[in-house]
């Protein structure tokens, strides 16, 4: 199988910068997604990487290096409503998605 | 709202129990997925679909039975459940399985228990 891993949890205080890492180790590569999933709630997709580079979207930044195995998700000026659970999911070369177990974010005040 | 619900939300079954989980999406999509998230664990996907044709079954135990009567309809029939089988069950769909840059749209999830 797939071999995803990324941090169980990190903690940060409101308004700071937070890094989650993902490294992967596929059969084949077809991309990268980050997708943040509130407790009791559908994950929800934000973001994308299939080329090497960062990628910015508003307060979120995902980063990618397929030479390497390896992306975060950057999370900026922290809000209380980022307290979630961050997925990595990896798409191989037979197009099959597999996910990490997920990074869970606790934003403190 | 992500466009994929999912009935019941939560379910509690005894093991001798047979029950079903319905997911609708209402996203023109032609692929669905079944998965199971158990606590800290990766998410396993259990079923695909793909305009109406399973093309995928991970090794699932055949308790669980799925149904694809439409590419807008899933269902997950369950019987003879085990306590281990006691997860957040999430359905998904995206526009096409096999397409490179494939979104999968989640349902807020079936809590299920087993006792």
């Known amino acids: 199988g797939q071999n995803i891993d990324q941090p169980t949890e990190m903690t940060a205080t409101e308004g700071a910068i937070v890094q989650i890492n993902c490294t992967y180790q596929?059969?084949?590569?077809?991309?990268l997604f980050w997708y943040q999933q509130h407790a009791g709630e559908a994950p929800t997709f934000l973001s994308y990487?299939?080329?090497?580079g960062l990628e910015e979207k508003g307060r979120f930044s995902s980063f990618l290096s397929r030479s390497k195995g390896y992306s975060y998700l950057l999370l900026k000026e922290l809000q209380m409503k980022d307290s979630a659970s961050y997925l990595c999911?990896?798409?191989?070369?037979?197009?099959?998605?597999?996910f990490g177990a997920g990074t869970t974010v606790t934003v403190r005040a | 709202e992500t466009g994929v619900t999912q009935t019941p939300r939560h379910l509690v079954m005894g093991m001798t129990n047979k029950k079903s989980l319905k997911c609708e999406q209402h996203?023109?999509?032609?692929?669905m997925y079944w998965y199971k998230q158990s606590a800290k664990k990766p998410l396993e996907l259990m079923f695909v679909?793909?305009?109406?044709?399973?093309?995928e079954n991970n090794s699932v135990p055949s308790r669980f039975s799925p149904e694809c009567p439409n590419s807008s309809h899933l269902f997950l029939h369950l019987h003879t459940l085990q306590p281990e089988d006691s997860a957040l069950y999430l359905c998904?769909?995206?526009?096409?399985?096999?397409?490179?840059?494939?979104?999968?749209?989640f349902g807020p999830g079936t809590r299920l228990t087993v006792l």
């Open positions: 996203l023109g999509h032609n692929a």
């Open positions: 998904a769909s995206s526009q096409d399985e096999g397409e490179v840059y494939n979104e999968q749209f």
């Open positions: 990487n299939v080329l090497d």
């Open positions: 999911a990896v798409r191989d070369g037979d197009y099959k998605l597999s």
């Open positions: 596929t059969s084949g590569f077809n991309g």
């Open positions: 679909y793909n305009f109406k044709e399973q093309t």
